[in-house]
Nanobody, 129 residues
Framework: QVRLVESGGDSVQAGGTLRLSCATS????????????LGWFRQAPGKEREGVAS????????YYDASVEGRFTISQDDTRTTLYLEMNSLKVEDTGTYYC??????????????????WGQGTRVTVSA
């Protein structure tokens, strides 16, 4: 069973920086395992969950929503057990609960929440003006 645990959420001022982490377990990648994606999604109060960034570790490909392109960076550690989201130049509109998610198999929609099967519990990010 895939398990995802996010951390690193905090309250910061606009223009600040945060790094979110997601500890992952329950799957392995050894070159023979099914391909998978890891993604970061966020949900603001009263709004739908939206894709922020995702990574396809088999090729290293990364995908970003236009609203965070150039400000956020998704990455994994060398052991591929921790997923990160480095967030720079934070804006008030980045406020929300951030979720880590896992999907097995290829998809044409790596930033669509319904493509992902496993989810963490979320970590709260609040950006104030």
């Amino acid at each position: 069973q895939v398990r995802l645990v996010e951390s690193g959420g905090d309250s910061v001022q606009a223009g600040g920086t945060l790094r979110l982490s997601c500890a992952t377990s329950g799957y392995t990648y050894n070159g023979f395992s099914p391909a998978y994606y890891l993604g970061w999604f966020r949900q603001a109060p009263g709004k739908e969950r939206e894709g922020v960034a995702s990574i396809y570790p088999e090729t290293g490909s990364t995908y970003y929503d236009a609203s965070v392109e150039g400000r956020f960076t998704i990455s994994q550690d060398d052991t591929r057990t921790t997923l990160y989201l480095e967030m720079n130049s934070l804006k008030v509109e980045d406020t929300g609960t951030y979720y880590c998610a896992h999907r097995t198999g290829v998809t044409d929609y790596p930033l669509t929440s319904t493509e992902y099967y496993y989810w963490g519990q979320g970590t709260r990010v609040t950006v104030s003006a």
